[in-house]
């Protein structure tokens, strides 16, 4: 198919395997978006290590925190997921790459959108 290699190596860095965990929490491209994230809501001790797993890190943000906090963290999380992973399809399908301040604004334009319509409370 067009844009897939039989490598499976990062579409960013093509160094490193691509795997879930390390497109969505270990590629140092993504890290520095994560750092940026996590910092303006002041989520800075959430940074996932090189040796979480996707699920572990999950519940583990996810379960120190309680009602409307905790569905705040997963609804920005989930965003930033999404993020990074049209930005690699982008990358890949359609040969297209966009800065992390890019990505950033794209961001905090959608969380900017959530509480307009309510669906993100502070």
Known sequence: RKGLSSEATCALWDQELETIDHLLLWCLFYRSLWLEVLSIFGWGLWMPSALDTLKVWWFRVLSSLHGAARNKAGSIILLLLQEIWL????????????????????????????????????
């Open 87 to 122: 930005e690699r399809n982008s990358r890949i399908f359609r040969n297209l790459d966009s800065p992390v301040h890019i990505l950033l604004d794209a961001i905090r334009f959608e969380v900017s959108r959530w509480k307009e319509v309510g669906l993100l409370r502070e």
